[in-house]
């Protein structure tokens, strides 16, 4: 192969290669916006939870109303948002063994509470701390994107979660989170993957597919091979059977470009 050839094959590679980089930050910055939401939640929590232990009170369900008029503002002003809260660890609070402090936006724009029946005696959805968007922040201590799935739970909608750990006194307290769409994310982000010359998906760290321009990966299906994790830990791009794997700037998601 000719020394003109070599070049001309590097420089095609450099291109692609800072393509990728640009679709994974701009991909990051599309979900920044709502991970600073859910920061905001989680430091109200915290501070409101704080201000009660140190009255020398047990919190209860009561006392998170406090929290409802961040929250209504922020499913105002925050686009992809779709629900956002508070959802307690099991036995935080003095008077309900579980609770979620949830408002979610209606078709009509109007925001109201999601009121469930927590009874584990009669309720499928009482014990919510298998769900990913509880225990991955649970076990990590960080953030995490859970899904897509369907969230029966809120809005029987295809959704991702966004959380973040809630601690108070270095005691887990729950999560803070916020639903967004998938209809809505796919909508903001497949323009951007769109842009790649080569087929192109999101993963979180469980490999879970987040929304893809590749037939072979599909949203809501998992991706096996790469421990996602450790690319996540990484923070940096690595290959993987030929195909790229990018972090997207701080967030828990994945870009994996499929090799040509």
Known sequence: MSTSRVRAGAATATREACAEERVA??????LEAVFDA??????ETADLLT????????????DLA?????????????????????????????DVPAWLEWWQCTARGDVRPLLLDLD??????SDYTHWDWF????????????????DYLCSDEYSLTLSAPVRVAGRFAGVAAADVYLRHFE?????????????????????????????AHLAGSLTRGPDFSAVL????????????????????????????
């Open 38 to 43: 859910v920061a905001e939640i989680r430091a």
């Open 135 to 150: 225990a991955l922040p649970r076990a990590t201590g960080l953030r995490a994107v859970a899904g897509p799935y369907v």
């Open 233 to 260: 830990d990484l923070g940096r791009p690595r290959t993987h059977g030929g195909s790229h794997l990018l972090p997207c700037r701080g967030i828990p998601l994945i870009l994996v470009v499929t090799a040509a």
């Open 66 to 94: 406090a929290l409802r008029p961040g929250l209504h503002l922020r499913l105002g002003r925050e686009e992809l948002v779709s629900g956002a809260g508070f959802v307690a660890a099991p036995g935080l609070l003095a």
């Open 25 to 30: 930050a701009r991909v990051g910055r599309t």
């Open 120 to 125: 584990p005696r009669q309720s499928a959805y």
């Open 51 to 62: 201000r009660v232990v140190a009255e020398g009170r047990v919190p209860a369900s009561a």
């Open 187 to 215: 909508s903001a982000v497949l323009p951007l993957l769109r842009e790649l010359p080569a087929p192109a998906h999101l993963v979180n760290a469980r490999g879970r597919v987040a929304a893809s321009t590749d037939p």
